[in-house]
C-alpha cells in the first residue's frame, strides 16, 4: 500500500523560510515523478513543483520560481520543497503527489497517491 506522508508545516511570519518532506513507502520512488500541489483555503489545487523520477531538472510555477526549490533523495524515499521568501499568498494546505512509474504530473489528473497534506500560514 502507497502511504505518502508530508511533515514540516506549520505558522510562520512573511519572508520566513521553511521545508517541506515527504516520505514515500510502498513503492519504489525512484520510478515515480513526484510533485507538489497545493490549495489556498476557498481556491482549487494548483501544481507547484515536479521533480522527475531519476532527479533530473524540476519545475516550478512561476509563482513560487526564485523561492521555492524542489529535490529528492531516492535512496531515502523521501522529496523536499525548500520555501524562502514566504509570502501570506503562499498559505495554503500543501500536498505529497506521485505519478504512475515513469511517468510526468501536468495536473492533478496525472497525481496517483496523494498525501493526507500538511498545512502552511504565512503571517504578514
Known amino acids: 500500500q502507497v502511504q505518502l506522508v508530508e511533515s514540516g508545516g506549520g505558522l510562520v511570519q512573511a519572508g520566513d523560510s521553511m521545508r517541506l518532506s515527504c516520505a514515500a513507502s510502498?513503492?519504489?520512488?525512484?520510478?515515480?515523478?513526484m510533485a507538489w500541489f497545493r490549495q489556498p483555503p476557498g481556491k482549487e489545487r494548483e501544481l507547484i513543483a515536479r521533480?522527475?523520477?531519476?532527479?533530473?531538472?524540476?519545475w516550478l510555477t512561476n509563482s513560487v520560481k526564485g523561492r521555492f526549490a524542489i529535490s529528492r533523495d531516492n535512496a531515502k524515499n523521501l522529496m523536499y520543497l525548500e520555501m524562502n521568501s514566504l509570502k501570506p499568498e503562499d498559505t495554503a494546505t500543501y500536498y505529497c503527489?506521485?505519478?504512475?512509474?515513469?511517468?510526468?504530473?501536468?495536473?492533478?489528473?496525472?497525481?496517483?497517491?496523494w498525501g493526507q497534506g500538511t498545512q502552511v500560514t504565512v503571517s504578514a
Open positions: 521533480i522527475p523520477w531519476n532527479g533530473g531538472s524540476g
Open positions: 503527489t506521485s505519478s504512475k512509474p515513469f511517468q510526468g504530473i501536468w495536473s492533478a489528473a496525472d497525481a496517483v497517491d
Open positions: 510502498g513503492i519504489n520512488a525512484s520510478i515515480h515523478t
